[in-house]
């Protein structure tokens, strides 16, 4: 089975690899500082779901120490000057703050030289006109990409993990970004409590019959992380976590539903090992993505 993978796009898009620098925009949240509620979504650990993110500090040097750090990873044949980079706002609601604080920010991340594309990760309930406008000039002097943390489309799983906003939210926000020719890219996670294989396809499916056509998508694995209001109420009340085979069968299905345009950004993801209560088999990186990949090839 074929899919479109974000490591093809990137090299179709600027013609080589592209890496990712996991930067801080210094934001809190509407979910966490009172305005809708305290503590975040229920799952979302203390670093706001961007647990390896640089801390806040200057951009400039946030984008040094980032390089430093994926730099190590690089092929050595690779030439510094050649490297590209996506600057990634990971951390908390990126787009909740002072406009025009941001718009410096994200200009001024826009700047360097090698740096490819700016993602910008946020809430859809975060998205007034004044920051859609600023997002769409940004868009003019390189590639913008909006990642929304959706989960789910179903409104009792939403309301247990307290994500504060309603799907008529979502779709305002996916239509106005839309507009103004911005990459969207959604957020999915599947083995959220209380919800069956098919209630997370039923997710997947709607997503897949959007219009304006989805642009990309991060399928995500249920983290149970210590420290979060999640894990309190699983140490109460431990519910079924995915099992390897489960999450597979999942992952398959959801790509031969998606339109074979939407790039696939990820397919599980990484929660600090030193956290994680479960699923603990996701702490096995290698044997997961080996997992997936056969799965994948013999669909």
């Excluded at 980079?85 to 909740?96: D, E, G, K, M, V």
């Excluded at 941001?102 to 001024?108: A, K, N, P």
């Excluded at 109420?233 to 390897?244: C, E, M, N």
């Excluded at 597979?248 to 998606?258: A, E, G, N, P, Y």
């Amino acid at each position: 089975m074929n899919y479109h993978s974000l490591s093809d796009h990137l090299k179709e898009t600027f013609g080589t690899k592209v890496y990712k620098l996991s930067l801080s925009a210094g934001c809190t949240c509407p979910n966490r500082d009172g305005t809708l509620g305290y503590g975040g979504c229920t799952f979302c650990s203390e670093g706001g779901s961007g647990d390896f993110a640089e801390a806040p500090a200057p951009i400039a040097e946030q984008i040094t120490r980032a390089r430093r750090r994926v730099d190590a990873k690089i092929p050595a044949r690779i030439p510094e000057n050649e490297r590209r980079y996506i600057a990634y706002f990971q951390s908390f609601t990126n787009t909740y703050g002072d406009p025009a604080r941001l718009r410096d920010l994200f200009f001024e991340a826009a700047s360097f030289p090698e740096i490819a594309a700016v993602s910008i990760g946020t809430r859809p309930d975060c998205l007034p006109d004044e920051i859609l406008d600023m997002l769409s000039d940004l868009n003019r002097v390189k590639p913008v990409w909006v990642e929304l943390g959706l989960q789910t489309i179903h409104e009792r799983t939403a309301h247990a993990f307290h994500r504060g906003y309603t799907l008529p939210v979502f779709e305002d926000a996916y239509k106005r970004l839309k507009e103004r020719g911005i990459t969207v890219i959604v957020h999915v996670i599947f083995g959220l409590p209380g919800e069956t294989r098919e209630d997370m396809l039923e997710t997947v499916a709607w997503l897949a019959g959007l219009s304006p056509r989805l642009d990309g998508i991060k399928l995500q694995l249920l983290h149970i992380l210590e420290g979060t209001q999640m894990a309190e109420q699983y140490k109460r009340d431990p519910f079924p976590l995915l099992t390897l085979e489960e999450y597979t069968d999942l992952i398959v299905t959801s790509l031969k539903m998606l339109p074979t345009e939407t790039v696939i950004h990820r397919m599980t993801g990484d929660g600090p090992k030193s956290k994680l209560i479960g699923p603990m088999w996701s702490a096995d990186k290698k044997r997961v993505l080996n997992t997936l990949t056969k799965a994948i090839r013999e669909a």
